[in-house]
């Protein structure tokens, strides 16, 4: 089976060092309409059509290599609409309590710890040493930055963003579309699609930031 990584950066460089330390991928290329080469960590590079003509869902699995939220999300859709299906990539240090979900296109990091009961969603990232609590729920398309923690029974919906070192207490809700930026430490729920800083956290501005990264490109090219 081959597994595609959709974005030839900088996290697809580390994806693939996961794939290869795992030993269940003896094939990996990339996916990336912008990519300045087609060769990255020795593996071919393909704009999306490419990659359609030469590969079968049937013959690949794959998960999102892009960091900005907003191109995860449309990364996944597209790929999912064209017949692929997300794999799982797990790091070796990784934690995962046996009855834990975690949902197909998701990346579980070095020393990520996942606890009893907990789901993660599809097309999640939980980046080194996240740690997901007991019974939390993780939505789809979202990104635990390092050394995360999210306590137990907490929620957080669909294309979130939780910035590096941030602190979820347990039992709260965040809402989708929201970004709880480095370092916040956040006691109560956080509506839908607003930004949230500081400890303890407050909504900063006038809501959502448009792009956690910034600048950034269109997916197709």
């Keep these: ?24 991928w003896p094939e990996v290329v990339f996916i990336d309409d912008h990519a300045k080469t087609d060769n990255l960590v020795g593996c071919p ?22 960091g900005e ?44 710890h996942i606890g009893s009961l907990a789901r993660i969603g599809q097309n999640c990232y939980l980046s080194r040493g996240a740690t997901v609590g007991h019974d939390a729920v993780v939505g789809d398309h979202t990104r635990l930055g390092v050394n995360v923690f999210v306590g137990g029974h907490t929620m957080i919906g669909e294309n979130a963003f939780i910035g590096a070192v941030a602190l979820l207490r347990d039992r ?20 839908d699609s607003v930004t949230v800083i500081g400890n303890p956290a407050r909504i900063s501005g006038d809501g959502v930031q448009s792009a956690v990264y910034a600048p950034s490109k269109a997916l197709e090219a």
């Design 1 to 24: 089976m081959i597994l595609a990584l959709y974005g030839a950066g900088a996290m697809g460089r580390e994806f693939k060092q996961i794939a290869d330390e795992s030993g269940a």
């Design 172 to 191: 709260i809700h965040i809402g989708s579309g929201s970004v709880v930026a480095l370092g916040a430490a956040v006691f109560q729920d956080v509506p």
């Design 69 to 112: 939220p907003k191109f995860r999300r449309e990364a996944f859709d597209r790929m999912t609409r064209a017949g692929y299906r997300g794999a799982v990539l797990v790091h070796s240090s990784a934690r995962i309590s046996p009855d834990a979900e975690v949902g197909k296109g998701s990346a579980v990091c070095h020393d990520v």
């Design 45 to 66: 590079v393909y704009g999306f059509q490419t990659f359609r003509a030469r590969f079968t869902p049937a013959e690949v699995r794959f998960v999102v290599s892009i």
